[in-house]
């Protein structure tokens, strides 16, 4: 198996973007990736994407978008898996550029969720779950996430506030980050004046709709040092595992059992364990989900994520900084390409460019993208190359 | 880079399943395709689906259909390329297992197109053209490749009976195939007489709608010594190419290069000729893309495709036989899960159990799946290892 190196990244400013096209968005994010990279032409690409069959009408993103691109001809495919697509997409060009048969890979997480109505919105979203058994009955995904959120408040003894501290600190990092759609930091105060959207999850429990999209190029670890001028960062372990669509089927509702499988298998993979992680940019969809992401990937015994989050561990000078550009909840969560961003974002960061939000001495840092309510994670440990 | 085997296949036939559901359809090939490779339990899923978030509200097929299979846990993902995702899955599957990250891997094609009314699955099946460019014109799947067809039928001065020879052959192909939806010989006056869909191409000229999935079980080389009592079946090449979606910006409306480049890459990847194939599994979606697949692998020289058919070269005993169990017109076209299908009956060939329509000798097989009107093309070449 190959070393595999990231050396390009690009992205969108996530926000209702009327002006511009599915395919508009990912040629941005891609020709800026490949700039980055200093290179014109990759031989595959592998795009992240849930929504476009249902909401903009379009299969077959991957020919479309390398056509659009400039690169029509190279091998093309979408991977999907909810949310989790960005993170599966990234997988699969890991494994085609450590498999040695293609050398220079772009992956492309793009998402257009605001030319629609919330309606149609809302119910291509719970394609996620599990059509058969949550759909039918109208779950709507919100509602699923308000039912994990109400048994943890309720078997930890939780109260409402204290996941407060999630959503200030990712609209807080969102302020230093140009690309976040909510740029302005919230209070406590705002926290609790939130109007509820299914209790008991509120507007700032919530990532907004939004449009957007992020690209990464790879290659392999010796072609990498020849082309990059900017501090190589090398992937140090790709794990994906899954659970239950449905959330009657899980044995545990609040462990997260894929989450916790995907960074068990991730931390092999590197050979390192949670107190090596410098960054950690979890899926914070719902702030329910971001305590819970801490506690499977352990940075926090089980029921003490949120205890994490009110002792100011999780901000930028923290001892596990998360949603360090603004997280799913200030920078935006365009669906399908999410897990792009949560990538770039830790690039960001492992090279020394996050600016005001940057975490002194990132060298090793992790990102988790989640599919559903916990179906699929994907997770991801990227180093900086010293 | 590993060498991968396929150690297991496993089908359902097709046809109108109302009576399975779409994650019934996936359990039953893939269950089927564990046993007859010997394994319990894979690492990592790869699924083919197209329709599924626009037919059966359900994205997120990975997860779902891991778990529904008993394999609660493993990695999943769904590939979707339009037609060709049972194509770009497999694909998937062998790079995981070739870049040693993945041992035992599972592909499942799978489809459930009978569920809805012609008009839901017509516009579904459009989502693979130009969404922008051709869907918005109203422009139906079979409408654009009726373009292509025509185009041929005025370029080549070829007249529309000599597409017959494709779908005779599919259909008397598929009269011995246990699996396929139409187990009925076909005449040629069958096909003079066959109801127009949208001109030139009449029924017998089309792939049918319908159910169905197919699997199949890879691991590395060493460990298919140690698992097979079958004759085992190596990949030999795996190469993907693309061209515009929409056929206005095709360079070539005849080339089809994705499926030129494709076969060239794979002959490369394999060190093989179009002389070295003994069998040869086509995209007959529309008799117009079996001949031009032939043309675009190299079996005949440009608008000679249906004077191959006539000449009797593509049946069982001819010098390139195609569509061995009935291809997409007599076995069933249910679209992502046919790229799966044609590598299910190309091993079935290989291994030599293929019954009454046995190829002598099939050492050495190929298959291309294509999705759209040409705009992902997929190319695998099989080889019988001795």
């Known amino acids: 198996m190959r070393?595999?190196?990231?050396?390009?990244?690009?992205?969108?400013?996530?926000?209702?973007?009327?002006?511009?096209?599915?395919?508009e968005l990912a040629f941005k994010a891609l020709r800026q990736a490949?700039?980055?990279?200093?290179?014109?032409?990759?031989?595959?690409?592998?795009?992240?994407?849930m929504l476009a069959p249902r909401l903009s009408d379009?299969?077959?993103l991957g020919a479309l978008i390398a056509d659009y691109t400039g690169w029509r001809g190279i091998e093309a495919t979408t991977v999907e898996a909810a949310c989790a697509s960005g993170g599966v997409a990234f997988q699969a060009a890991v494994r085609a550029v450590a498999s040695g048969a293609v050398d220079v890979a772009a992956v492309?997480?793009?998402e257009k969720m605001t030319d629609d109505t919330p309606?149609?919105?809302?119910?291509?979203?719970?394609?996620?779950?599990?059509?058969?058994?949550?759909?039918?009955?109208?779950?709507?995904?919100v509602a699923l996430n308000a039912l994990i959120m109400q048994r943890y408040m309720y078997e930890y003894g939780v109260p409402h506030d204290a996941f407060a501290p999630f959503s200030i600190n990712a609209h807080q990092n969102a302020v230093n980050n140009p690309n976040a759609m909510f740029q302005r930091a919230i209070t406590l105060e705002d926290y609790k004046r939130a109007s509820m959207i299914a209790a008991p999850i509120n507007l700032y429990d919530s990532s907004p709709i939004c449009d957007g999209a992020a690209a990464i190029i790879l290659c392999p670890a010796e072609m990498a040092r020849e082309l990059a001028a900017k501090p190589l960062v090398r992937v140090l372990a790709s794990a994906t595992a899954t659970d239950s669509l449905d959330l009657a089927s899980r044995r545990d509702l609040l462990g997260l059992e894929a989450a916790q499988m995907s960074a068990r298998k991730a931390y092999q993979q590197a050979e390192l364990s949670p107190a090596d992680i410098d960054v950690f940019e979890v899926h914070d969809a719902f702030s329910i989900m971001a305590a819970l992401c801490l506690e499977a990937a352990g940075f926090a015994p089980r029921g003490q994520g949120t205890r994490l989050a009110q002792e100011g561990d999780i901000t930028i000078?923290?001892?596990?900084?998360?949603?360090?550009?603004?997280?799913?909840?200030?920078?935006?969560?365009?669906?399908?390409?999410?897990?792009v961003y949560e990538l770039v974002d830790l690039v960001t960061q492992l090279r020394g460019e996050a600016g005001a939000n940057q975490v002194k001495n990132a060298a090793v840092g992790m990102t988790q993208n989640i599919g559903g309510t916990g179906a699929t994670v994907v997770t991801h440990i990227l180093g900086r190359v010293e």
Request: net charge negative; glycine share 16%.
């Open 58 to 60: 379009q299969a077959h």
């Open 317 to 339: 000078s923290g001892c596990i900084p998360i949603s360090t550009m603004g997280g799913l909840k200030g920078r935006g969560h365009p669906v399908g390409a999410t897990g």
């Open 3 to 23: 070393d595999v190196c990231i050396v390009g990244i690009g992205q969108t400013p996530i926000g209702e973007l009327w002006d511009d096209s599915l395919r």
């Open 34 to 49: 490949a700039a980055d990279a200093g290179i014109e032409r990759p031989e595959a690409l592998y795009v992240g994407n």
């Open 119 to 141: 309606e149609l919105v809302t119910s291509a979203l719970a394609t996620a779950a599990d059509a058969d058994f949550e759909g039918v009955q109208g779950a709507s995904f």
């Open 108 to 110: 492309c997480g793009v």
